[in-house]
């Protein structure tokens, strides 16, 4: 996983509550072997609909999306983690995200961020109005500012992460490694918890 | 005198290997379970060279990409979906982890055979890649659905990071369902009123009468659908209904064991005053048969009810969502639910494929004719090879429905089971979002009894009016 530190690069905004894993990627794609990439597979059913902003000129080499509530709902696929990741995506910044997709996307290297609804849609209406404008996110500092060189909508917000998460994304490392590492520790843990509970 | 817990605290502090100063809790696994779309992680473990770490707790069956028109891998039509389902036999062999594959009479749905084989149990964390792993919750389990990075850490170490510990809520139904009213419509009555997002990383517990006289199958129906009102698990208290229904299941404790588990699980019940980051209390009573009408789950209304107006919605945002799942659902404001038209019907998947669920719908068909394409999927070979020995497979044949082999089915649409573009189609599935069941697919989400009404009359129907004679 590459690590994560500040990204600077061009947010698209996308206008849709409760975008679902299923529009993320629709189903019937989750059999296509990881290797083979997701990029083209994002928002699949959607992405050719007229005013849809993902293939738009201006959007090109976004990193960044500013989403509306419950983005990422629905199953745990983390093939809607891939895609976006795969489509060149480090950062969604929504006022809520699906339970599953959030932890989902901190495993790919994608960092989910929740910013109040009002400042969500600010960014929005500012990205919209000024297409391909960036935003910086600090995941150090926990800041997204933005939009940059435009004089609209700009303010410096700050976001919560858990620790533990922000230390394995710096690092660019997965917990396996870090769990690994307690083998000790979990294997006195089973041997209390098998003789409370032997039937287990 | 220590705090008075929750079921959820109680098996949460079970289960906590290390609690880190930041709140990051390392949490042992009690079960896993696999399924046919888990090949990922286990790439994973052979690309760092990891053994399964603990197999004797590890089960899995084929469910999402086997066909239900044969119960063994020729049938499955595309080769990739026989690799994946051919790759996981093999995954089993080479790690050793308990399998039920094709051909075996306990392969089905493994949300429904984790119950069935007793593999679920109160007080126990289980974990699944598959976000309908809630439904465990139904026996006085933690049980939630993972990705698949957190599948290959369960692999290689049987624990998991959970980044904190969820918030809770309690959800209360109070008094008794109607005569009609099923579990599904309880849960359908639950996601309208607090919506899809009303339970965001929460931990539900189902509480209240209405929970208590609920049969297991029935609570299982409620857990499932959680995950649709966002939250990360649902969960029952373990009781005499609990008990009674794991008993002489082929992996639950057995003789004295059994005696000492039972005991302990009698303890699990929130204690008197245990705390909840949010409540809810909804009044059984007042809960009719349901039906969604859009494309989320809590598009959800009473069958008596109509479509809503978009005009009539708050902000202009709501207006705009509410006028694009009419649009795709090719319905209009005000329009009555009983008059929606249903073109299809699908009986099965995790959230109603079970016995229970299969009598309900048959008591439904009986001496009546299906007039639309109808599917009964049961669950499990062991819920089909017992709705068949009920005779109840005959009273699907004889209303016309297709009567087909275990799996997910129409229920994921990655099989072939597909509903075509602008198809109605009754489902007793739990998702019924934009081509879910195929591109252009319009799935109104209802009960099994429902979906066996809107079968016999073409529409959504009132169910409580065929049990009453009409029609
Ligand atoms: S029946 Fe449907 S919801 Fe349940 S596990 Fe299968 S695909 Fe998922």
């Known amino acids: 996983m590459e690590p994560f530190s500040t990204v600077d690069a061009k947010a698209m905004p996308l206008d849709m509550t409760n975008v679902d894993t299923d529009q993320l990627v629709p189903a019937r794609y989750l059999w296509r072997p990881r290797q083979d990439g997701y990029a083209e597979i994002l ?40 895609a976006l990741v795969d489509s060149g995506f480090r950062v969604v910044i929504a006022p809520s995200f699906g339970d599953i997709f959030y932890s989902n996307s901190f495993k790919n290297g994608l960092l989910p961020i929740v910013l109040p609804e009002a400042r969500c849609a600010e960014l929005r209406a500012a990205l919209a109005r000024n297409p391909g404008a960036h935003l910086v996110v600090d995941l150090p500092a926990q800041t997204v500012t933005g939009p940059v060189g435009v004089n609209d909508g700009f303010s410096v917000d700050s976001f919560a992460v858990d620790p533990l998460r922000k230390e394995l994304l710096i690092a660019g490392q997965d917990e396996t490694g870090l769990t690994l590492s307690l083998a000790d520790t979990i294997k006195g843990f089973v041997a209390g918890y098998a003789e409370a509970m032997p039937w287990v | 005198m220590s705090a008075p817990q929750s079921l959820f605290d109680k098996i949460w502090a079970r289960h906590a290997v290390v609690t880190r100063p930041d709140g990051a809790v390392l949490l042992l696994v ?17 690309e760092r060279k990891l053994p399964l770490h603990d197999r004797r707790h590890t089960f899995g069956t084929p469910d999402h990409y086997v066909s239900t028109a044969g119960n063994d891998l020729a049938s499955i039509s595309e080769a990739f979906r026989r690799d994946l389902v051919a790759g996981m036999a093999e995954n089993a062999r080479k790690h050793g982890f308990t399998h039920f594959g094709l051909g075996d009479p306990r ?9 069935e084989q007793g593999i679920t149990l109160p007080g126990i964390t289980m974990v699944c890649g598959d976000s309908h792993t809630s ?19 369960v692999l290689a170490t049987q624990t998991l990071w959970q980044s904190r510990k969820p918030q809770s809520m309690r959800i209360s139904v109070e008094g008794k369902l109607g005569a009609g009213v099923t579990p599904k419509d309880a849960i359908l009555a639950i996601i309208a009123r607090i919506g899809t997002a009303g339970g965001t990383g929460k931990v539900i517990e189902y509480a209240g009468p209405v929970f208590r006289d609920m049969s297991i199958e ?19 208290a373990p009781d005499e209904t609990t008990f009674a229904y794991l008993k002489g299941r082929p992996y639950a404790p057995q003789g004295a064991m059994w005696d ?21 209390t909804l009044d059984g009573s007042a809960i009719e048969p349901m039906a969604t009408w859009g494309t989320s789950p809590e598009h959800a209304t009473a069958v008596t009810g109509a479509v809503p107006d978009p005009a009539a919605a708050p902000t202009a945002e709501r207006r705009e969502a509410l006028a694009a799942a009419l649009h795709y659902m090719g319905l209009s404001p005000g329009m009555r639910i009983d008059e929606i038209p249903i073109n299809r019907v699908f009986i099965g998947s995790c959230t109603n494929s079970r016995i229970e669920d299969l009598r309900a719908a048959a008591a439904v068909l009986k001496g009546r004719k299906a007039k639309v394409q109808a599917w009964a999927v049961p669950g499990s070979g062991l819920v089909k090879r017992q709705a068949e020995r009920e005779g109840l497979d005959q009273v699907f044949k004889d209303a016309g429905f297709e009567w087909r082999e275990p799996g997910c089915s129409m229920c994921a649409g990655v099989n072939g089971d597909l509903v075509d573009p602008g198809v109605h189609c009754a489902s007793t599935s739990n998702r019924n979002f934009v081509g879910r069941q195929g591109p252009g697919a319009r799935t109104h989400l209802m009960s099994p009894t429902m979906a066996a009404a809107a079968a016999v009359t073409g529409h959504i129907t009132d169910v409580r009016r065929l049990m009453a004679g009409e029609a």
Do not use: Y
């Open chain 2, 30 to 46: 009690g079960r896993h379970l696999l399924h046919d779309g888990s090949g990922a992680a286990f790439r994973f473990l052979a």
């Open chain 2, 218 to 236: 029935g609570r299982l129906s409620v857990c499932n659908m959680s995950i649709e009102a966002g939250a990360r698990a649902g969960m029952v």
């Open chain 2, 107 to 115: 392969q089905g749905i493994i949300h429904v055979i984790g119950p």
């Open chain 1, 43 to 82: 928002f699949h059913d959607l992405r050719s609909e007229p005013g849809f902003p993902l293939d738009a000129p201006a959007h090109k080499g976004a990193a960044i999306m500013v989403a509306d509530r419950n983005f990422g709902c629905g199953s745990s696929r983390e093939h809607a983690a891939w």
């Open chain 2, 135 to 153: 439904s465990h919750g139904a026996l006085g389990a933690l049980a939630f659905g993972i990705g698949a990075s957190e599948v290959a850490h």
């Open chain 2, 260 to 280: 000492r588990a039972v005991a302990f699980w009698r303890t699990l019940p929130s204690d008197p005053g245990a705390a909840f980051d949010a409540e809810v």
